[in-house]
Structure formats: C-alpha cells, structure tokens
C-alpha cells in the first residue's frame, strides 16, 4: 500500500523534461521518521518521490510529475541535471546492513508501476553511485541489482570479450570521471566485492554492458 506524505521540496521539470530515470538511494539515517522528518524539511532542501519502510510501506513524497530534489550533482548518459529527468526512491537503510525482504519486494512492485507507467526499459534504473561516482555511494554494496535485473527492473552483465574498460562504462552511462572512480562506482555495483585493480573481468562486463545497453546520449569517448 501507497500513502501520501507531501514534501514541499520540489519544483517543476526543467525544459519540460519527463522521467527517463529511476535513481535508488538508501536513506543512511536510523530509521524511517528521522528520514521522512528530513525529506520533508523545507530547510534541507532534499526529498524524493518515494521512501520505502523496512517493513514495505511506500510513502509517496512527491508526484512524480513533479521534480524532486534527490540526485545532487552528476550525470548519466552524458547529461546532468539528472533531477529534472528523474524519479527517486529512498530506501530506509543505513548503509551497512541488508536490505529486508518486505523493503526490496515493495520496491519491486513500484518499479513495475513506475516502468510501465513512463515507458522505461530496465536500464532507466540506476543507482545515486552510477550518476555521482566518487560523490555517493548508495545504494551499496549489500543492494541486490541481480535480483531487480531478473525481474526485468534493472540489467545484469554477462562476460564478452573485453575491450576498452573506460569506454564502455561510459559508453553504458557513467559519467566521464577518473579512472579510479569510474572502477569503483562500477564494482560497486556489478562487483562489490571484488578487489584489485582492473582485471579481465572487469573489462568483459563492461563491454556487454556497452554492447546491450548503451545510454542514449552518451558519447563512449575513451
């Protein structure tokens, strides 16, 4: 069940944009109420159109026609302003520990809404560390982006022969940053346990990932 809690921190789409992106974050604070209490602080000026309970409740913050104020600085697919192209989903977690069953299998059921509703492939769902690699390390490495990407919410790599790592991970979307962070924002997601510096494996996810599904506005540019 969805209940309504209005935030008062958002704005209109710049440039009339419409949602080509869902952005997953985890809340890093104790609890629900404390992240609720901050999304609707107008002296924070953050927010997000969704916060998901441990226990799966979903509370709509702001409507999704709307711009909420989640995302910060960073890019995907070689533009910014991500916000105004945008929905974010909060999950009450503070970073550290698992994700509970009920949390993940609400999330599921809203993406499958949010998806169908804007006419967006399983790529359009990327994490706050995909967009601000170095910046934001959410939703970490305990998020099961495996388990989303069987649901057809999200895309899991599969080896390919390697090519230019660096290429194809902007090539798939991630922004055009040092190579320490793009590798580290990329295991952080497909790899979060993986150590070292780049290796084959790496460079063979990377270049499925570029080949299957390449951001539409991004340049590849070595």
């Not at 935030?7 to 440039?15: D, H, I, K, L, T």
């Not at 989903?89 to 994700?99: I, K, Y």
Request: proline content about 9%; overall charge negative; some cysteine.
């Amino acid at each position: 069940m969805t209940l309504t809690h209005p935030s008062p921190n958002f704005g209109e789409r710049r440039g009339g944009q419409r949602p080509e992106l869902v952005v997953i974050h985890y809340t890093a604070m104790d609890g629900c109420a404390a992240a609720l209490d901050r999304l609707c602080d107008p002296t924070a000026e953050v927010s997000a159109h969704y916060l998901i309970d441990t226990d799966g409740r979903v509370l709509s913050l702001v409507d999704e026609a709307m711009r909420a104020w989640h995302a910060g600085q960073g890019s995907w697919g070689g533009r910014g302003d991500v916000n105004s192209r945008s929905i974010g989903v909060e999950l009450v977690n503070r970073g550290a520990e698992p994700f509970a069953e009920p949390q993940i299998a609400a999330l599921e059921r809203l993406l499958a809404d949010v998806l169908a509703r804007w006419a967006l492939s399983p790529q359009a769902v990327i994490g706050h560390s995909d967009m601000a690699p170095g910046r934001k390390g959410d939703p970490g490495p305990r998020f099961d982006w495996r388990r989303l990407a069987l649901q057809g919410q999200s895309v899991w790599p599969e080896p390919a022969p390697p090519g230019n790592f660096f290429a194809d991970v902007r090539h798939f979307g991630y922004p055009d940053l040092v190579p320490e962070a793009l590798l580290a924002a990329f295991r952080l997601r497909f790899r979060p346990w993986a150590k070292g510096p780049l290796d084959d494996t790496d460079a063979a996810l990377a270049a499925d990932l570029a080949t299957r599904f390449p951001a539409t506005n991004s340049t590849g540019g070595a």
